[in-house]
């Protein structure tokens, strides 16, 4: 009985979590998009032959393009089928997806799990990034392997923890993007430098938190205790959005794809592989362990993606 309680309550967290994901993937789209319409949320969405839409969003419904839509289309789990024209990306989650022949995607098309159908004559104007995912596996993997040994609560903190981190990777690498590309170089050229000043980075910060803890107590360390709480998660957020691009761009790199999607994609798709790859027991703590004194380091000694060595002598 206990068994099948924790697991409507894993499937409730992902379910929610994934879908908060995708509201936050929507963001720059919809947010920089000069149409003032709202994108539609329904089980079943048509776009008839000569229908212009400006953004499509549906969870678990239905898709057909045969006109056009003129920003993206994001699916979580459904179907969708696109005949029709998208000005700029199509990105589905657990969705079967059908590109006919007459398709044309302006931007990149996205698969993260599901199934991925292309008809030969169909156009995608940038790249075409595809994960496929055995559901069953990934689902055995989830509650036996990874999340139920280390309980529903870490799970749901894990999960928050996610969806924040998306966000705020998407934030950085959407306004800096030079600066997060030019900071992810830095790490694959002076990889043991950038480890080392992360570890002297956090020692220094580490003994700052302290003393200001302890000056709590005269008053006076308040505004320095956060102040320093400030700067440290400013380093944190710009240290992870940079080592998520790395890890997306190095992944991307390594299965084939040779022109990079845009950096916020780049990176979220690090950030999810980083995340993953972090819930493994031992491993997941020395890995996310390492993983945070790079972006440390690499922030302060890029000072935040502008300087080639913020140490080096002039």
Do not use: H
């Amino acid at each position: 009985m206990r068994n099948k309680f924790d697991n409507i309550i894993f499937n409730n967290l992902l379910l929610t979590a994934l879908g908060l994901i995708f509201l936050l993937l929507l963001i720059p789209t919809f947010l920089l998009s000069g149409q003032p319409e709202r994108p539609r949320l329904k089980k079943e969405i048509i776009i008839a032959p000569g229908e212009t839409q400006d953004n499509v969003l549906a969870f678990g419904g239905r898709v057909v393009v045969e006109g056009k839509v003129k920003e993206s289309v994001v699916v979580f789990g459904g179907e969708v089928i696109i005949s029709g024209e998208v000005g700029r990306s199509v990105v589905g989650l657990g969705s079967k997806i059908t590109i006919r022949s007459t398709a044309i995607i302006g931007e990149d098309l996205v698969v993260l799990g599901g199934i991925l159908e292309k008809e030969p004559g169909c156009l995608v104007k940038k790249d075409t990034v595809y994960f496929p995912t055995s559901g069953k596996l990934v689902g055995e993997v989830f509650r036996k392997g990874i999340f139920f040994p280390l309980g529903t609560f870490f799970l749901a903190l894990k999960l928050i923890s996610l969806f924040f981190g998306i966000f705020l990777t998407m934030f950085i690498a959407g306004i800096f993007p030079r600066q997060v590309n030019f900071a992810a170089t830095k790490i694959r050229e002076d990889f043991w430098p950038v480890l080392g000043t992360g570890f002297l980075v956090v020692v220094i910060y580490t003994g700052l938190i302290i003393l200001s803890t302890l000056l709590i107590f005269l008053i006076i360390g308040i505004p320095f205790f956060f102040l320093f709480l400030f700067a440290g998660i400013v380093l944190k957020v710009f240290g992870g959005t940079v080592v998520s691009f790395f890890f997306g761009e190095s992944f991307l790199r390594a299965i084939g794809v040779k022109r990079m999607p845009q950096v916020i994609w780049t990176a979220v798709i690090g950030l999810l592989i980083v995340f993953f790859i972090g819930l493994f027991p031992i491993f997941g703590f020395i890995f996310s362990s390492v993983i945070s004194l790079i972006g440390w380091g690499v922030t302060v000694r890029t000072r935040f993606g502008t300087l080639d060595n913020w140490f080096r002598r002039s």
